[in-house]
């Protein structure tokens, strides 16, 4: 009856509760009654339904005690069972699942479950964990548990329950690959904390914590500085028979790359938090259909290309709550204004609403779970209209034009606003730069970059805007600059290790990536990344498809990841 419920249903049903009529039980909770109809609490519980049947031996009693709970949590159940609604907060959320469940209202427990899972938060990610041991709720547990492996290093920091974790669940959560963590020292850091806070009584399970800990995998100077020569591990002989093997681990990995197969716990690598997709391109003389995605903790990258997938370049690609998103490009033949998206899950491709214009060349950004797509070529001209697609409605919006045509630009979302930068207007490689304000719909130019830029790349990193690479009208460039908002200013940073233009860029785990393009005499696979932290670029392994003008997007927190890395 709950998927059934009408609005004049509810409204009915209210009513008759609210007057009192035919009403045949009553229901008492810490000392106050509620009156109701024995049908209607049964159509909605199970509970109910079998305390009301013919075969329950208190039948025809009027009043039923239920303990344990509040009136008010009570109140809140029996409006949820007349009108479908109920005022949710964080204080009543838990009492109302818990009341919920003993009486197994299913609807009202998802409703609760849903409701915690939208409001975890570093802060009691790990109470909703603990709560789910006495509460059957699969979804919710997951939910949280996920939280917590998501977030470890923070929830660390700042919940206060993380001391009070059991010695099991503890390692529970730092046994799981899932696990994100930048390094294994964040790992061994919050198991001597949690010893720390009874070391008495919990020092005798460091050895088992420490076992689950990736020893092998920390830098050998971290190792023999903060882990080899602790107090806690110099006073324990089963902790020393852990260093022992971490670092002949370490001697083993150093001398080859050994098998992840066969790799012991203490040197299996986590699964990353977030992998890379590189998609389609231009490879030799045509578009490729090649997909790989990058495993930023191996360094690796893996082919998924898929027979039937078309080819595709100039185009560009956007992930979205669980949905790569391909939008326009050139299939061989013609300039596109297709879209396309892979359900990651399901490993599936479905075609979407098309754009309003054909674009390839495309720039696209993300902005409050709307995907923009500006400018592009058409096949006969260059573009300044924008439009923005909302995967709600499966419909694509004209918004404010640009101020000047743009093709091979590349545009990044940042502090609620849409940049675009750079590109080609049909004469010139662009040296200028505008933003979208989605509030007052309306592009403002901001400060010109210090290059000209066709082919560049644009990402948002370090609450700056970032500028990399491109065609200046004569040569392939080096260069990065880095855009201040506040300041309404660029400046310069590192050179990257090889020119390139129409690349891949993409911020993965705080570091910004570029992979492939064109360096000026061939399409490359090619990969390096940026470090803020040093202003200093690194090579990373080289993909396995040379190609440029593909795309590249990032996806965090896959359920599925260990589909698209190498384990």
């Not at 206060?160 to 790992?187: P, Q, R, W, Y």
């Not at 479905?350 to 993300?366: D, F, G, I, L």
């Not at 070529?377 to 034009?401: C, K």
């Amino acid at each position: 009856m709950e998927g059934k419920r009408s609005p004049g249903i509810c409204t009915t049903f209210s009513e008759l509760l609210q007057e009192g009529e035919h009403c045949d039980v009553s229901l008492r909770v810490d000392g106050v009654e509620f009156h109701a109809h024995k049908v209607i609490l049964s159509r909605c519980s199970d509970y109910f339904r079998t305390l009301f049947s013919s075969r329950w031996k208190e039948t025809d009693k009027r009043v039923h005690e239920l303990h344990g709970f509040s009136a008010e949590t009570m109140r809140h159940v029996i409006e949820y069972v007349y009108t479908g609604t109920v005022p949710l907060t964080w204080h009543n959320a838990q009492d109302l699942l818990s009341m919920a469940d003993y009486l197994s209202v299913t609807g009202l427990t998802r409703l609760c479950a849903d409701f915690l899972k939208s409001q975890l938060s570093l802060e009691n990610c790990l109470d909703v964990w603990r709560f789910t041991d006495t509460y059957y709720c699969p979804s919710l547990r997951d939910a949280a548990c996920t939280f917590v492996l998501h977030h470890f290093k923070q929830v660390t920091e700042v919940s206060t329950k993380f001391v009070d974790l059991s010695v099991s669940d503890l390692k529970d959560i730092i046994e799981k690959d899932e696990l994100n963590v930048a390094h294994e020292g964040i790992v061994f850091e919050a198991v001597v904390r949690w010893v720390a806070h009874d070391p008495e009584n919990r020092r005798q399970h460091l050895a088992a914590l420490l076992s689950k800990v990736r020893l092998a995998l920390m830098p050998a100077e971290y190792f023999l500085a903060n882990v080899q020569t602790h107090y806690y591990v110099r006073e324990s002989e089963e902790c020393k028979a852990l260093i022992i093997d971490a670092m002949t681990e370490m001697y083993q990995l150093s001398m080859s790359s050994a098998d992840s197969e066969l790799l012991s716990p203490l040197s299996r690598p986590r699964l990353p938090y977030s992998v890379l997709f590189a998609i389609g391109g231009w490879s030799g003389e045509s578009p490729t259909n090649a997909i790989e995605v990058y495993d930023p903790r191996v360094d690796q990258w893996v082919d998924i290309t898929r027979e039937g997938e078309g080819p595709l370049a100039y185009h560009n690609a956007a992930y979205l709550e669980g949905f790569i998103y391909v939008i326009g490009g050139f299939d061989s033949v013609d300039c596109s204004s297709s879209v396309k998206r892979l359900d990651l899950l399901k490993k599936t491709w479905q075609e979407v609403a098309p754009m309003h214009y054909k674009r390839c060349y495309v720039s696209v950004a993300v902005l409050n779970n709307v995907i923009y797509a500006m400018g592009g070529f058409d096949g006969h001209v260059r573009l300044n209209t924008a439009e923005r697609y909302h995967p709600e409605s499966n419909q694509w919006t004209m918004i404010a034009p640009m101020h000047e045509q743009r093709s091979d630009a590349s545009a990044a979302s940042l502090h609620n606003k849409v940049y675009i930068c750079g590109g080609f207007n049909g004469t010139e490689c662009l040296i200028t730069a505008e933003v979208y304000d989605a509030a007052t719909n309306q592009w403002t130019t901001i400060a010109p970059m210090s290059r000209r830029r066709s082919g560049v790349g644009v990402v948002a990193y370090d609450d700056k805007v970032y500028a990399v690479g491109g065609f200046n009208g004569f040569r392939r460039l080096h260069s990065a600059e880095a855009y201040s908002p506040e300041g309404d200013s660029w400046q310069l940073v590192a050179n990257m290790l090889c020119p390139r233009s129409n690349f891949g860029i993409e911020v993965v785990e705080d570091r910004l990536f570029v992979v492939g393009g064109f360096n000026g005499f061939t399409t490359t696979f090619n990969a390096e990344y940026y470090d803020k932290a040093t202003n200093e670029w690194y090579s990373i392994h080289d993909m396995g498809t040379h190609r440029s003008a593909l795309s590249c997007t990032v996806v965090k927190g896959l359920p599925n990841v260990r589909d698209y890395v190498a384990r």
